[in-house]
Structure formats: C-alpha cells, structure tokens
C-alpha cells in the first residue's frame, strides 16, 4: 500500500549541531506538508510545499520537495533545545479521493 | 491555541462497546479530518468532510464513520470497538494551506 518513509527514527543531536530528516513516499505526491509534535502535544504545521523542486525556508529551517514529488527533506540549522519533538511530513495521494498519509516521524531530542 | 476544540479529552470504554468523539473546527473552516494516533506512531487518515460530504477516506473499516454538521462541526463514532482501537484521536480543520489540529481526544479500550 501507500506509505511515506522519514529516515532517520530518531536523532540525537548537540544542541548547536545541524539536523536533517528525509521523507520518501511510495507514490506521488499533490503537495507535502511538514509539522512538529511535542510530546504530549498535538501536531502543529510548519510549512507547506506545492511544486517540484521548491525550497523554502523559515528561520533556521530549510524544506525541499523533490524533483519528482516522491521526497522531502527538513533541515535544522544550529539545532536549539526547543527544537526537542517529532517531526512528521505528510502529504495528499494523487488519487481518485481525497487521502492524506502522514509519515513515520523522525523523533529529535537536543542535549544541552 | 488552534481554535480547534475536541471532547472528552480522555475517555474509557470497553470491547464491544461505541463512541462518539467530538470536534469543533476553526471559524471559517468547511473542511474536518480525523486521525488515529497510536503511541508512538505518526497519525493515520480515518476520513475528511467537506460541507457536510466524506470526500476522503483512509484505510479504515466501515465501523468508523462520522458526521459533519451545518456550522462544520464534526464527530466520529466507533462502532464494535476493538482493544486496537486504543489511541489518540485527533480532528484537524483545514484552512488553504494548512491543517490545525485539535488537542485530540484520548480513546482507552479495555
């Protein structure tokens, strides 16, 4: 079945050190979207990319889609202690419906 | 705070048993999906409303369904629950580009 991929599972990291997850769908995607869970919390949207090849960035966050719409990438410049949380991308499936699949998160966790 | 509002926050039921659980969408928002998440797991597309339609559905039986309200209010019923079924369960309403979540609502099957 459809599925999206994040690699790595979890990642410790120093705080100060650069982070990146990578997301890889199964099937095309319509667009990708990216969001942040605390622990005990809910998900909250970062960023939202439409086109293939686009880049953007927030701050010390960097988002790419890929050429193909299949993959994605997060990365976190000078990682912070209050970047600590998952890390989920989550994309719609071209499909006849409407469907919309999360990936499997990446877990960041930041030493002081 | 999202806008988005969910109750019960927790709630305990039994094999066998059915649930409603309830979600008030953002202002302005026509559109309500609801998520699965397991412990541990990334959350899972049970459906999506859209004024009042399902135009979506994730991989889930027919035992999940739910209903969209005039003033885009949503809830999702579970019936013959399963100890599976154990989860948090989140509605997100959707703006353009953009999905806000509820608190989500805790499910403990026993």
């Known amino acids: 079945g459809q599925q999206v991929m994040q690699i790595p599972q979890y990642q410790h990291v120093q705080e100060g050190e650069d982070f990146t997850t990578y997301c890889n769908s199964s099937t095309t995607l319509s667009n990708i979207q990216w969001y942040k869970q605390r622990p005990g919390g809910h998900p909250v949207f970062l960023i939202q990319?439409?086109?293939?090849?686009e880049v953007k960035k927030q701050k010390r966050l960097t988002f790419q889609f890929g050429e193909a719409k299949k993959n994605s990438s997060l990365h976190i410049t000078a990682t912070q202690t209050t970047d600590v949380g998952t890390y989920f991308c989550a994309g719609i499936v071209n499909s006849g419906t409407y469907k919309y699949i999360f990936g499997t998160g990446t877990r960041l966790k930041v030493l002081a | 705070e999202t806008g988005v509002t969910q109750s019960p926050t927790h709630l305990i039921k039994t094999r066998g048993q059915q649930v409603t659980l309830r979600c008030s969408s953002q202002?302005?928002?026509?559109?309500v999906s609801w998520y699965q998440q397991a412990l541990g797991q990334g959350p899972q597309f049970i459906f999506q409303?859209?004024?009042?339609?399902?135009?979506g559905r994730g991989n889930f039986p027919p035992r999940f369904s739910g209903l969209q309200f005039p003033n885009y209010s949503s809830e999702l019923n579970v019936n013959a629950l399963e100890l599976d079924d154990s989860a948090l369960y989140l509605c997100a309403s959707a703006g353009y580009n953009e999905q806000f979540f509820g608190p989500g609502t805790r499910l403990t099957v026993l």
């Open positions: 990319l439409v086109k293939s090849g």
């Open positions: 409303y859209y004024r009042e339609e399902e135009n």
């Open positions: 202002s302005g928002h026509n559109t």
